[in-house]
């Protein structure tokens, strides 16, 4: 049975006190993910968009205190849990993405440069998404991030490899993850 972004971003613990709240967690992630899929991001980025279409979001996501300001997306996106804000999405995903047998699938790690903590390129950290990629829908079928420090996209590949391989979909990856097992 499919489900709305409302109730799976409403899975996603809220990192805020209860007190004072004036939008939903779920709302403010369906304003995010529509404003990400308009090519809109970061907190100034989203906000500009939802407030152009700020008669749709109110009438259709029930707010009632119109759009936050742009500080609230900022500060959710960075005080959320990614791992349970992947995990819904990838929920989501799951029932809106259809891979059907033989589908062509690529997969790919992209750094989020926001999270370079060191400019030195021999020491350099940084947390990265690796996605997997529907080539028939165009649309991102599952996600995982890891730290360059800790994991490799070799690693996090094949962890999406294992749970997506009962799809018997035809994968497309970088040479990097042409790897023989010792």
């Known amino acids: 049975m499919s489900k709305s972004l409302i109730e799976i971003f409403a899975q996603v613990k809220d990192p805020r006190r209860s007190q004072g709240l004036r939008i939903t967690l779920p709302q403010i992630f369906c304003i995010i993910t529509i404003s990400n899929l308009c090519g809109h991001f970061g907190g100034r980025?989203?906000?500009?968009?939802?407030?152009?279409?700020?008669?749709?979001?109110?009438?259709e996501l029930n707010l009632k205190?119109?759009?936050?300001?742009?500080?609230?997306?900022?500060?959710l996106l960075n005080r959320v849990n990614s791992n349970h804000l992947i995990k819904a999405f990838n929920k989501w995903a799951s029932y809106y993405v259809p891979i059907k047998k033989g589908d062509l699938v690529s997969g790919d790690g992209k750094a989020l440069m926001s999270t370079v903590t060191n400019r030195n390129k021999s020491s350099q950290k940084f947390e990265a998404v690796v996605s997997v990629f529907s080539q028939e829908s165009g649309l991102v079928r599952a996600i995982a991030k890891y730290e360059n420090s800790k994991e490799s996209e070799i690693n996090i590949v094949t962890f999406l490899i294992e749970n997506l391989k009962e799809l018997g979909m035809t994968l497309h990856l970088d040479a990097l993850h042409a790897q023989k097992k010792q």
């Open 65 to 75: 205190h119109g759009i936050p300001s742009h500080v609230i997306f900022s500060d």
């Open 45 to 59: 980025g989203i906000f500009r968009f939802a407030n152009a279409n700020k008669e749709i979001f109110i009438k």
